[in-house]
């Protein structure tokens, strides 16, 4: 039995990652995020990766989203990346933890201005009346914040996944593909070989 150290792990993420950066034509820190409602029932949706490091995977949301009140309820996700240039995905699966608000204030201060407008004009999963409404809120932040400053709102912040299990997946000819699964134990991260 193979037995890996996370560090390990994540510098092979990391290669695969910057691979994918030359080679992906959009996107490449795209990554489906899978959670649960309170009844079990999953959901998923794309989101993009902005930190991974020894401590995790981290991504920024509204944390009154549809994502934002199941991660907060149900503190359990799965990621999936891939790379169809690549021929190559990783899918992660962990417990998630709040980032904390100098983590948040830091990530949100680098947006671009109208992207920090945006997370205080946009309520992210709830109706909308129409693409007005939303015009409205950016015009009124717009206004109210000027040339000041503009300050995180309380209800955004990022979530780290902190994984549990890890799995690369390559493809292979004949659909004979290569699937290395890594769990996480006292010992370390042990590997399994999966049949494709």
């Given at each position: 039995m193979t037995v ?8 092979e993420?990391q290669a695969?990652m ?6 992906e ?8 995020l ?8 999953p ?14 995977f ?12 199941e991660?907060l309820?149900?503190p359990?996700?799965?990621l999936?990346?891939?790379w ?9 699966q ?7 608000d100098a983590?948040a204030?830091?990530?949100f ?5 109208d ?5 205080w ?5 709830r ?11 950016v015009?009124k932040?717009?206004?109210k914040?000027?040339v ?10 990022g ?7 890890m799995?690369?997946w390559?493809?292979?000819p ?13 010992e ?8 494709p």
């Amino acid at each position: 039995m193979t037995v890996k150290k996370f560090p390990e792990l994540l510098e092979e993420f990391q290669a695969w990652m910057a691979e994918a950066e030359k080679s992906e034509p959009n996107d490449p820190t795209a990554m489906s995020l899978a959670t649960v409602d309170e009844h079990g029932q999953p959901s998923v949706r794309m989101v993009l990766l902005k930190n991974a490091d020894e401590r995790g995977f981290v991504f920024y949301t509204n944390l009154e989203s549809q994502k934002g009140a199941e991660l907060l309820a149900t503190p359990h996700a799965a990621l999936c990346f891939h790379w169809k240039s690549l021929r190559r995905s990783i899918r992660i699966q962990g417990d998630i933890e709040v980032v904390t608000d100098a983590e948040a204030d830091a990530y949100f201060e680098s947006r671009p201005r109208d992207s920090r407008i945006g997370a205080w004009a946009s309520q992210q999963s709830r109706p909308m009346e129409g693409r007005f409404s939303l015009e409205a809120a950016v015009a009124k932040y717009a206004a109210k914040f000027g040339v000041s400053a503009i300050p995180r709102p309380d209800y955004w912040s990022g979530f780290r996944v902190i994984p549990t299990t890890m799995e690369f997946w390559r493809d292979r000819p004949f659909r004979l593909h290569e699937r290395r699964n890594y769990v996480s134990t006292a010992e370390g991260w042990t590997e399994s070989v999966l049949y494709p």
